[in-house]
């Protein structure tokens, strides 16, 4: 048995800042991505929203803007991700090495 779990941890105040760090995170306009990519930018990445629908994407990004911005809230951008097709996978992947020299968290 380990030690019981901490009661006190807030992940925006308890974690370092990821200002300056880029992050993909997939599936990010509904649901845990959708959270997953909110916690990023409210902890300074530097994000790309990779998902399929470009729509889905934007009313996702509204939202954001409409629960309001924070210190220290990140960049974000749509990243057209399609996984049923490697070769649209592939291109994707592409696209983002040209516009980024690095990757320091996949989500």
């Known amino acids: 048995m380990g030690a019981a779990p901490s009661t006190t941890f ?15 995170v997939t ?7 959708f959270a997953t990519l909110r ?12 998902v399929r629908d ?3 994407a934007k009313e ?3 939202r954001l803007e ?3 911005r924070e210190p220290g809230f990140g960049e ?3 990243h057209e991700l399609d996984l049923k097709d490697p070769r649209s ?3 994707s992947a592409e696209r983002f090495v040209a516009r980024e020299s690095r990757l320091d968290i996949l989500g």
Request: net charge positive.
């Open 10 to 24: 807030n992940p925006v105040e308890d974690l370092p800042s990821l200002a300056g760090k880029v992050v993909i």
């Open 27 to 33: 599936g990010s306009s509904r649901g845990i991505g």
């Open 39 to 50: 916690h990023f930018l409210r902890m300074g990445a530097k994000v790309y929203m990779a």
């Open 54 to 56: 470009e729509t889905r």
């Open 60 to 62: 996702a990004m509204e």
């Open 66 to 68: 409409k629960e309001g």
């Open 76 to 78: 974000i951008m749509w």
């Open 89 to 91: 996978a592939k291109e």
